[in-house]
């Protein structure tokens, strides 16, 4: 609980807090991607990172630390995982999806 109050007291205070994106959750990434409309490498990495490279989609997903994709459409079948335990680059204090795993977000 400690752990869960200090992160998100650093991530109100750091100014990075959103309430337009919700998690949909960690899902099995596919061959070709499971978002495929925009894509890179972002260093540093994090869910608010991702969330402003990908303005004006309805997704965005983290992976392996330091990816982040964009789409308006998750590509089929979707598959949940429990292994989003990559550490974000640039925020040792969040997940960024995992090897073949990606944490997908969606606009509320």
Request: hydrophobic residues 30%.
């Amino acid at each position: 609980m400690k752990k869960t109050t200090f992160s998100c007291l650093v991530l109100f205070l750091s100014g990075v807090v959103s309430d337009n994106y919700e998690r949909f959750g960690c899902v099995n990434e596919l061959p070709g991607g499971i978002l495929r409309a925009k894509a890179a490498n972002l260093t540093p990495n994090s869910p608010w990172h991702c969330q402003a490279f990908c303005t004006g989609y309805r997704y965005f997903g983290l992976e392996y630390g330091i990816l982040c994709f964009c789409g308006n459409t998750l590509g089929q079948p979707i598959t949940t995982s429990s292994e989003c335990t990559m550490p974000c680059d640039g925020s040792g204090l969040l997940n960024c999806g995992g090897n073949g795993t990606i944490d997908i977000y969606q606009r509320q």
